[in-house]
């Protein structure tokens, strides 16, 4: 399968071109940026082509990765799945529901795959833990902090979108991956923006009875800065394990799930899909939060 990388960010730079590079059965084709000298260097740094053109690009592969804000990756996304490509997205799918839904749309006229890259969905600690506690009964709560320190430091991902969108798009989608498949979707949605900056606290009553509360936040200091989840039920107490390896080794994995997908047809769990179901529910929670500081 040929590949191609949309975006030439940070994100691009540090994790997906490093990603695509590595793997034996995906063949790193090329690059296409929104800067084209920005697409030049890294394209020549991992011996690809440059595209200017992005649907040229979408002719040459199999399938794109995205490194994009989200409502660029949107549009892009729904174009690429249109000219037959496989998609490797990022979290969140798109910033509006309108948009998620057209990516799935496109996704599913097209049979084309698609997964979207949750960070603990794809690294083998978390991702073991999240499948065990799925087959245990009896969840009472959860709770997930997700506190980053992306505006109190000096980081390369204090992007415009995130100044924007906040903690609830950025590390929301995070929190709520690792919290449905465990205690279901959601049928109810209550928030609020108490605190320093973008922080934001959700509650969520899950389907199967089971409640969750999110705190979120990318305005943390930086020595408290991290993420966590707790379950509490029938069977005790579980926690969340932290992950022993970066974001590299976890694309890889979420690479060779859309192989996978591709391959055999069958939906991953964390598809567009799911991605839209994440952002419908990071909508609503957003409407109450406007709510409140209206």
Same mark, same amino acid.
């Given at each position: 399968?040929?590949?191609?990388?949309?975006?030439?960010?940070?994100?691009?730079?540090?994790?997906?071109?490093?990603?695509?590079?590595?793997?034996?059965?995906?063949?790193?084709?090329?690059?296409?940026?929104?800067?084209?000298?920005?697409?030049?260097?890294?394209?020549?740094?991992?011996?690809?082509?440059?595209?200017?053109?992005?649907?040229?690009?979408?002719?040459?592969?199999?399938?794109?990765?995205?490194?994009?804000?989200?409502?660029?990756?949107?549009?892009?996304?729904?174009?690429? +799945?249109?000219?037959?490509?496989?998609?490797?997205?990022?979290?969140?799918?798109?910033?509006?529901?309108?948009?998620?839904?057209?990516?799935?749309? +496109?996704?599913?006229?097209?049979?084309?795959?698609?997964?979207?890259?949750?960070?603990?969905?794809?690294?083998?600690?978390?991702?073991?833990?999240?499948?065990?506690?799925?087959?245990?009964?009896?969840?009472?709560?959860?709770?997930?902090?997700?506190?980053?320190?992306?505006?109190?430091?000096?980081?390369?991902?204090?992007?415009?979108?995130?100044?924007?969108?906040?903690?609830?798009?950025?590390?929301?989608?995070?929190?709520?991956?690792?919290?449905?498949?465990?205690?279901?979707?959601?049928?109810?949605?209550?928030?609020?923006?108490?605190?320093?900056?973008?922080?934001?606290?959700?509650?969520?009553?899950?389907?199967?009875?089971?409640?969750?509360?999110?705190?979120?936040?990318?305005?943390?200091?930086?020595?408290?800065?991290?993420?966590?989840?707790?379950?509490?039920?029938?069977?005790?107490?579980?926690?969340?394990?932290?992950?022993?390896?970066?974001?590299?080794? +976890?694309?890889?994995?979420?690479?060779?799930?859309?192989?996978?997908?591709?391959?055999?047809?069958?939906?991953?769990?964390?598809?567009?899909?799911?991605?839209?179901?994440?952002?419908?529910?990071?909508?609503? +929670?957003?409407?109450?939060?406007?709510?409140?500081?209206?």
């Amino acid at each position: 399968m040929r590949i191609g990388l949309l975006g030439t960010g940070p994100w691009a730079q540090m994790a997906h071109a490093p990603a695509l590079s590595g793997l034996e059965e995906l063949d790193f084709a090329g690059v296409w940026g929104r800067r084209p000298e920005a697409a030049k260097e890294l394209a020549e740094r991992h011996g690809v082509r440059a595209y200017d053109d992005v649907d040229e690009l979408f002719g040459d592969v199999d399938a794109v990765a995205v490194a994009l804000p989200p409502d660029v990756q949107a549009r892009l996304a729904a174009r690429a +799945a249109r000219a037959g490509c496989h998609l490797l997205l990022d979290k969140p799918l798109a910033p509006a529901v309108e948009q998620g839904r057209a990516v799935v749309e +496109a996704v599913e006229e097209a049979g084309v795959a698609s997964v979207v890259f949750f960070t603990a969905r794809f690294q083998l600690e978390p991702e073991a833990w999240i499948t065990e506690q799925a087959r245990v009964p009896g969840w009472f709560t959860g709770r997930a902090q997700w506190l980053g320190a992306v505006f109190t430091s000096e980081s390369p991902f204090a992007t415009p979108w995130r100044r924007e969108k906040g903690a609830l798009w950025d590390v929301g989608p995070h929190a709520l991956s690792v919290l449905l498949p465990v205690l279901g979707d959601v049928r109810r949605v209550t928030a609020a923006a108490y605190g320093p900056g973008d922080t934001a606290h959700v509650v969520l009553e899950h389907a199967d009875g089971a409640s969750s509360t999110l705190t979120l936040s990318l305005t943390a200091p930086p020595a408290a800065a991290g993420a966590a989840v707790e379950l509490r039920g029938d069977s005790g107490v579980a926690v969340l394990p932290e992950s022993t390896e970066g974001a590299v080794p +976890a694309l890889r994995r979420a690479a060779n799930a859309l192989l996978t997908a591709a391959r055999d047809g069958r939906p991953h769990p964390c598809d567009a899909r799911f991605g839209l179901r994440v952002t419908e529910i990071l909508d609503e +929670a957003q409407g109450l939060l406007n709510g409140d500081s209206a």
